[in-house]
């Protein structure tokens, strides 16, 4: 006789590529251990099930606050060439984080994996049907190019580790009647593991959240230090290394493709600097608003031409508040 597992409990099903199960000499412990693999694949189950709902109700978030921006865009008659993320910079950042989250759960046993998987190609292909077929370019549920998206990559290493490890447990359990679990529990205690997820996701939060918010709070330094720079030393600015590697991106990634000259490389960051003290005159009483657009422009902007669209619209709302 063999002990049969349910669909959910990957890690402990057998293939029959493995050889034949090991009889059972102990039904007692069998079903114990039935028991505690069953109730470990639901509690995971449950985890990534929460997570996945607090990163639906941020899409809801996302989708209802692009439909107020359209609707302000159209009402004042704003141009969009560009895409600017300010109405959905937060809820994007924490669905970021919790979209690597989910996959970090998803992998336990193989119905989360087999509903992973299921729920990415539905959203390639969506995005694939909003491009193609009703000609949308639009790159809100995934990047066009999903195959070179950080999250596609995180996704697949967290796939083939996760489950080769289940698949390898699998083997050893049957082929030899091994418990890799125990094994590991042995080496590396389960607190130590607990610990060492919680120190990842951690660091994760930080890398996608955190830092960002930083670096938003902080802009106004960054933007101090660049006119210290370049009010002092003008062109001579660009032969300073570190002055160079902390350049706004706009005058920094021409110069990493060295297809700008020292001359028009000056011109950008004068441009730079006329447009900071721009957001900075017009959003002076808006300090979310201003730090957010001095950190899209030192971080994000690579075209000039967005510089004066975001001028234009920010003079046109003006202008019509004022009628």
Known sequence: MSIEYPLIDFSMLSFNFFGPNNSVTNWNVAWNQRVTNINMAYSYLFITAMIALIALCYYVVIIIKLAQRRSFEWRYGLSTNFPNDYVIFNPRMYLNFLTSLTIIFSFFNFLTTLISLAYGIFLVLTSYFFWYVLNKKTEVLVPHKWWKATNFTFFVTVLLVQNGY??????????????????????????????????????????????????????????????????????????????????????KKPLLTNSVDTKTAYQLMTTIDETAAFIEEHFATKEKEKNYLLYHLFNEITDVAEINEIKENVLKVEAKKRK
């Open 166 to 251: 289940t698949l390898i447990k699998a083997m050893f359990a049957t082929k030899f009647g091994v418990d890799l679990d125990l094994i590991l529990a042995i080496i590396i205690p389960i607190g130590t593991i607990t610990v060492i997820i919680a120190v990842f996701i951690k660091n994760m939060l930080s890398t996608k959240v955190t830092a960002v918010r930083n670096a938003i709070k902080t802009i106004g330094a960054k933007v101090s230090a660049f006119r210290i720079f370049y009010y002092t030393e003008k062109e001579r600015a660009l032969e300073d290394y570190m002055f160079v590697t902390q350049l706004p991106t706009l005058v």
